[in-house]
């Protein structure tokens, strides 16, 4: 069986490594890309199964945009994204209620940072293992 490929989007390379290292400790395959651009171009060499996501990058909200973007292209649709923020400590904003919601921001889970290494891990498994079972 081949290991579930993630792709972590951050702007901040401490993060990046830190949560490859994390991730590789699950056995999972790892790439990284440093902005949406980065990432747009990660999606086209080879499609994920989960994607890590900022909010806060270059462009102040760019993990939106990247978000609602390809969550529009059928290729991209199922892969699970988990937004992985500090957005709050940041800016003091805090979402109201579910920071999800299917149309304004179409991700899977939303985590603040620094991420605790153990729910990280059960997080991606639990997505992976929904994606899995969902029908095609």
Request: aromatic share 8%.
């Amino acid at each position: 069986m081949s290991r579930a490929r993630i792709l972590v989007i951050d702007d901040d390379p401490d993060f990046v490594d830190a949560t490859k290292a994390i991730l590789e400790t699950g056995q999972y395959e790892v790439s990284c890309a440093y902005n949406e651009d980065e990432g747009l171009k990660r999606l086209e060499e080879e499609i994920p199964d989960l994607i890590i996501l900022d909010i806060m990058m270059r462009r102040f909200a760019e993990g939106f945009t990247f978000a609602r973007g390809i969550r529009k292209d059928p290729r991209y649709q199922r892969i699970p994204i988990i937004v992985a923020t500090s957005v709050r400590e940041q800016t003091g904003f805090d979402f109201p209620g579910d920071p999800k919601h299917p149309k304004f921001f179409p991700i899977d889970e939303f985590m603040e940072k620094p991420l605790e290494p153990q729910l990280l891990l059960e997080t991606v498994e639990r997505l992976l293992a929904e994606k899995a079972d969902d029908p095609v």
